[in-house]
């Protein structure tokens, strides 16, 4: 998902844009733009997404049995 072919523009990952805050980017070709937007221009770049964190883990199923040796 990280690095597929196809990816949906979005202004956010552009190789041209520069994170302004959390809802606009500044683009080098195009000025203030929202995250959401698009251009022809768009370039991928997969250094910019940032994965989902991942869910913390549930130990509380276990007894102290389980721990020991």
Do not use: N, W
């Amino acid at each position: 998902m990280l690095f597929r072919k196809k990816m949906e523009h979005c202004c956010q990952y552009c190789i041209h844009s520069t994170a302004l805050d959390e809802d606009t980017v500044l683009c080098c070709k195009k000025g203030i733009r929202s995250c959401s937007g698009k251009c022809y221009r768009f370039h991928y770049d997969p250094c910019k997404r940032i994965p989902p964190k991942q869910k913390a883990l549930d130990f509380s199923q276990y007894e102290e049995y389980d721990y020991s040796l």
